[in-house]
């Protein structure tokens, strides 16, 4: 059995329906329905065997599950340089939010300092899903002990027009304003952001309960 047969086993066609409704840039006819935990127990299944490194080669896939069990797959690798060249080659080919957002490889967490120039490289891309999948490592990796102003920056100055990577930039200020707050309302206060993004940022961290409430009723104020 390979990976689409496996999947083809938990298709749900009542979620197929709720989420196309969710990526509606990619064809409903590439979606089959499956469950996230589901497409993480295929991607474990299949990983390390004779299928599943095949499968791994096998790229574009035409599915949007696939995809995702790819992400999977790479997320489980344990070699830091293993799980960069596969990343690598690979990001090209996401072609939506949630194959971009739900992968994060535990490696990473182990390997920051190597990790950081793929992360400003996945920025700088102008591939919308790549910057994105580097934003997203950027706020889950680098908001914490090893956070730098800079970064900041590096979020800020990307543009760009596309509707998921805008709502990415300002999920990372408000997640930024949640756990640096006194570096990032300096951005804020600023408005280096294009409006909708900063009205978006505030509006993300005013929902947050990780922000005071102090510092909402102040953010408030700095909206457009």
């Known amino acids: 059995m390979n990976v689409r047969d496996?999947?083809?086993?938990?298709?749900?066609?009542?979620?197929?329906?709720?989420?196309?409704?969710?990526?509606?840039?990619?064809?409903?006819?590439?979606?089959?329905?499956?469950?996230?935990?589901a497409m993480r127990r295929v991607a474990k299944e299949f990983f390390g065997t004779e299928e599943g490194d095949a499968f791994m080669t096998e790229l574009p896939h035409a599915l949007y599950e696939e995809n995702l069990v790819h992400f999977f797959m790479i997320a489980l690798i344990?070699?830091?340089?293993?799980?960069?060249a596969e990343t690598e080659r690979f990001l090209?080919?996401?072609?939506?939010?949630?194959?971009?957002?739900?992968?994060?490889p535990?490696?990473?967490?182990?390997?920051?300092?190597?990790?950081?120039?793929?992360?400003?490289?996945?920025?700088?891309?102008?591939?919308v899903y790549t910057a994105r999948f580097g934003m997203r490592m950027l706020m889950n990796e680098f908001l914490g002990p090893d956070f730098r102003t800079e970064y900041l920056d590096?979020?800020?100055?990307?543009?760009?027009?596309?509707?998921?990577?805008?709502?990415?930039?300002?999920?990372?200020?408000?997640?930024a304003?949640?756990?640096?707050?006194?570096?990032?309302?300096?951005?804020?206060?600023?408005?280096?952001?294009?409006?909708?993004?900063?009205?978006?940022a505030i509006q993300k961290a005013r929902e947050s309960f990780r922000v005071s409430e102090e510092h909402k009723a102040y953010l408030k104020t700095l909206q457009y």
């Open 6 to 37: 496996r999947l083809e086993q938990f298709r749900d066609e009542k979620y197929r329906e709720f989420q196309s409704k969710l990526v509606p840039n990619i064809s409903k006819d590439v979606i089959l329905g499956v469950r996230t935990p």
């Open 78 to 84: 344990k070699d830091f340089d293993r799980c960069i």
């Open 92 to 104: 090209p080919y996401v072609d939506c939010w949630p194959v971009s957002d739900q992968s994060s």
């Open 106 to 127: 535990k490696v990473f967490s182990k390997n920051h300092e190597k990790l950081l120039p793929y992360i400003r490289s996945w920025i700088d891309s102008d591939h």
């Open 154 to 175: 590096w979020v800020a100055n990307k543009t760009g027009e596309d509707y998921y990577l805008r709502m990415m930039i300002a999920w990372y200020f408000a997640t």
């Open 177 to 200: 304003l949640a756990k640096q707050y006194d570096a990032t309302v300096k951005v804020i206060e600023k408005r280096t952001l294009e409006p909708w993004t900063h009205n978006k």
